[in-house]
């Protein structure tokens, strides 16, 4: 499936609407494509997410404010569209552009492809800074006697391993589209080695693919998607598979 760069816009309140059209505008710009603004008049509108973003590559939401009582009672509203969303999803929060530098996060998953794919639609066009940061979610204490396990270096990069072939796979995808990539590498509990990374980096914007299917999975094996949304105060880009890239090859990545 190729993309169309249609461009779904979410303005939930008046006053998030001149900056999230602005940003949608220079994103609609950027890609060459085409905006459908739809006005979110109430919490309910959330369910009509789904069929509105069906026929669109990328769904813009801007956030509305949310008191502490209706958070309790309904959740985030960011949370809930995301959910509903069938297509990728970009929580415009405090967005700035234009975009000079990219927080990548990879965790060795298959969403990991539709998160480089929008990488190299949005970094090649402004010549954005990219910055890669490799994610191994700990092993659980259930699993590892009651301490948590993390992955270092030698595992994410060695070439006898998932993550160490995938790298050199990112690498060689942005090498054949004149991306420069700079590695990250961190240790310790994952979301804490995201804060870390984001708050020293200062990005423009970070990059994620979809958190995997399924509540049992998530709580075994931790959730970093979710945190985020709760968080990060950046626009944050949550790809969802469409479209694959190449599938070969080895290239190099600088690391800090």
């Given amino acids: 499936m190729e993309y169309t760069n249609q461009l779904l816009v979410y303005s939930p309140d008046y006053e998030l609407e001149e900056s999230v059209r602005g940003y949608a505008e220079y994103l609609r710009d950027m890609l060459g494509g085409q905006i459908c603004h739809e006005p979110l008049a109430s919490r309910q509108d959330l369910e009509h997410i789904k069929l509105a973003a069906a026929n669109c590559d990328l769904l813009i939401f801007g956030e509305p404010e949310q008191s502490w009582l209706d958070m309790l009672l309904f ?57 890669i940061l490799p994610i191994v979610p700990s092993l659980p204490a259930m699993y590892s006697l009651g301490s948590q396990m993390y992955a270092g270096p030698d595992v994410l990069l060695s070439s006898n391993t998932v993550s ?14 004149l991306i420069e990539g700079e590695l990250r590498l961190r240790q ?69």
């Fill in 188 to 256: 310790g509990e994952p979301d804490w080695q995201i804060r870390d990374e984001v708050i020293e980096g200062n990005y423009d914007l970070i990059l994620i693919g979809e958190e995997p299917h399924g509540r049992i999975f998530r709580f075994l094996m931790g959730e970093i998607v979710s945190h985020l949304l709760c968080w990060v105060e950046r626009p944050l880009l949550v790809a969802k598979s469409r479209v694959h890239g190449p599938k070969n090859g080895n290239g190099r990545l600088s690391t800090s």
């Fill in 164 to 177: 160490g072939q995938q790298l050199r796979r990112v690498a060689q995808q942005l090498n054949q589209q």
């Fill in 75 to 131: 959740g985030r509203r960011c949370s809930q569209a995301l959910s509903q969303s069938s297509t990728s999803f970009l929580l415009a929060r405090r967005p700035r552009w234009p975009i000079r530098s990219i927080l990548l996060i990879l965790r060795f998953e298959e969403s990991d492809q539709a998160a480089i794919d929008w990488l190299v639609r949005l970094a090649q066009p402004c010549a954005a800074s990219v910055s």
